[in-house]
């Protein structure tokens, strides 16, 4: 008979593959366990509020919570010609519910998202609605001239849809109308697209000026002996330790009208004291100020990469005859790229996202798409449209990741 080959068993006789497979579950599902509350805490603390931030940029509830008839109701109307007298009496009853319940002021600060001077008609007419009686339709028409409008009665239609594009839309620069589709806004209200334009620019011009002021410095340290540049290393850590605010404040003092910079380009005769330089409340403090701030990212990649490079291949390089600079060109620098990538990739990003420096020193021509953010987040309480211009940030962002990927890599990235 043929030898038959007995599995092998552990001391209490369990096939050894079998006892193997289970400790490794066992291995996995502790690790699983140790992971999972860092899981849970990203996903309850980032994903959730991004996801419910992006969700916003859509959904705006606020014109069917609080007149739902009215909004169900105008389903129903072409949208070509005034609304018949049923529309008007749902609106004339849920105006007056809205005047006892306080919650008029909602309903008419929607609208007038969509259109211009509509809080007023809206708030005036509640107030008449008290005491409306049929015909409705005739009645409101006498409160405010408005309601005779067919573009008004448009506008609160489409206000009236809780799910809308109209906020990325205007995000871009584009009305949404009634039966007609996106429209793209007269030149004088066109604001966003510019602003993320030029948050794009300053942002690369920001981390090509890291760049250039960065690389001698990480290769100073790299190549100084290692006492000295640890005590280098301390002064570019140092801003670290100071507060973003004093950093900002401080380049006020300095690139002011009568601050230091000006004081010496007069004294050394480059201008006169009364042309000085404008050189805050502009783009040129916002990319300074941004610099300086950032620069410490582009630094501690590129020390990191380039203190793994051995001395001995420029060395090599020499020996055989290449020049200073083209042993640099061909030897040192391509090995320098991860750093130079992780530390472009780090400073761009952030300098995408950056809101105090801006809003301090920038002035009128170095604001940023995050101030506008920020602005329909706290002071017009437009949160829907703040959501749409984050979300195409982020798109925006995201985008520029999977490009740099495809031409770059995202595997040379490195840190050290």
Known sequence: MPNVVEPITAADGTPLKKKLARALFRSKLRAAGLVLPLFAFIIATFVVPIFALMLQGVHNDTFYTYMPRTAEVLNDWDGESLPGELVFATLAAELAKGKKERTVGKVATRVNRQYSGARSTFTKTARKAVKMEAPFKEAILKADKKWKRVEFWQAIKLTSETWTPAFYGAALDYELKLNEGFERKVEKERIHVKLFWRTLVISAVVMGCCLLLGYPVAYLLATLPLKTSNLLMILVLLPFWTSLLVRTTAWIAILQSQGVVNDILVWVGVTSDDSRFSLIYNMTGTVVAMTHILLPFMVLPLYSVMKTIPPAYVRAARSLGATPTLAFLRIYLPQTVPGIGAGGLLVFILAIGYYITPALVGGQSGVLISNMIA??????????????????????????????????????VKLG
């Open 375 to 412: 602005f329909h987040m706290k002071s017009s309480l437009n949160w829907s449209l703040a959501a749409a211009l984050g979300g195409i940030l982020l798109a925006g962002v995201l985008l520029l990741y999977w490009a740099y990927d495809r031409v770059v890599g995202i595997d040379n």
